[in-house]
């Protein structure tokens, strides 16, 4: 569904930001792009969204190859939530924001109105549908931004940091939303700083260093990998510490520490 294939991009021709990268998805997972500050992975990000298109090498999603498609067709492709909400909100309603995908391809009116209902349902925003989404605070904006990808119902899902600004509450949702998405089949990929986070959703970990494809590894791998990890510039997190420092085998979640725990005392 999703492949990148020897991909360079430089903004300027002195520099290259990424070099050499490749990896495929055929989608139903989610994975983690990673990275130091300035690693490469918001221009990634932009290739394979279409608004940049490589230097070199191709990036195709869905069959559709980003160097030959306009930015708005690859859209209904590959769904993306920007780090900055307002980035790309622009209706004067929540609902015609969440509509104005599904309103742009070829359903009839009943499947767009079941499509906006149940991504609004989805992602807590039935009761704001008739407010300005500006009106809306942080994390419900960041929300109206990933109800109007979801109504879209793309294949593949780009998300940049988006459990940044969220209460704990919010970042269940989100990862309940995620986890959703990708039994439905699809692709997601995070961008994502936050590595208790990557721990508990990521089925693969991309690590970008100096814009070159460092890792590209289950999780449990990745964070049991002390090369890997300084690479990208990423610590471990608490229960993956925990079970090293511990002897136990490595856990990425508090309940699966639990039960290396258990198993070790009975
Ligand atoms: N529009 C641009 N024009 C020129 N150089 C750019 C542009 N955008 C990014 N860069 C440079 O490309 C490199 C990679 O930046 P990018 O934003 O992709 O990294 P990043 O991994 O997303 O970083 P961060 O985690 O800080 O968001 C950096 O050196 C950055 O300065």
Redesign the pocket.
Do not use: D, P, Q, R
């Given at each position: 569904m999703l492949t990148v294939d020897q991909v360079a991009f430089h903004?300027?021709a002195a520099t290259p930001?990424l070099r050499e990268v490749s990896f495929r998805s055929e989608g139903g997972e989610i994975l983690a792009l990673v990275?130091r500050?300035?690693?490469?992975?918001?221009?990634?990000l932009r290739l394979l969204n279409g608004l940049r298109k490589p230097t070199q090498g191709a990036v195709v999603i869905a069959g559709k190859n980003t160097r030959d498609t306009p930015p708005h067709i690859i859209s209904h492709s590959i769904g993306t939530v920007f780090q900055t909400p307002e980035q790309q909100i622009f209706n004067a309603t929540v609902r015609d924001e969440v509509a104005f995908g599904p309103n742009n391809l070829p359903l009839t009116p009943q499947q767009r109105e079941e499509r906006v209902v149940r991504a609004l349902a989805r992602t807590r925003l039935t009761d704001f549908a008739g407010k300005h989404p500006l009106d809306l605070d942080q994390a419900q904006r960041r929300f109206v931004a990933l109800a109007s990808v979801l109504a879209s119902q793309p294949p593949a899902l780009l998300l940049d940091e988006p459990q940044r600004g969220l209460d704990q509450r919010g970042k269940n949702l989100l990862e309940e939303i995620i986890r959703e998405e990708q039994a439905a089949g699809r692709c997601i990929i995070i961008?994502c700083?936050d590595m208790e986070f990557v721990a508990r959703l990521a089925s693969r970990i991309i690590a970008?260093s100096e814009g070159r494809l460092s890792a590209d590894m289950a999780p449990v791998d990745f964070f049991s990998d002390a090369p890997a990890m300084a690479a990208a510039s990423v610590e471990p997190p608490d229960t993956l510490r925990l079970s090293a420092a511990l002897g136990l085998p490595a856990s990425l979640t508090p309940s699966s520490f639990a039960d290396h725990w258990l198993a070790r005392h009975n």
């Open positions: 903004y300027s930001v990275g500050n300035g690693a490469g992975k918001s221009t990634l961008v700083h970008l």
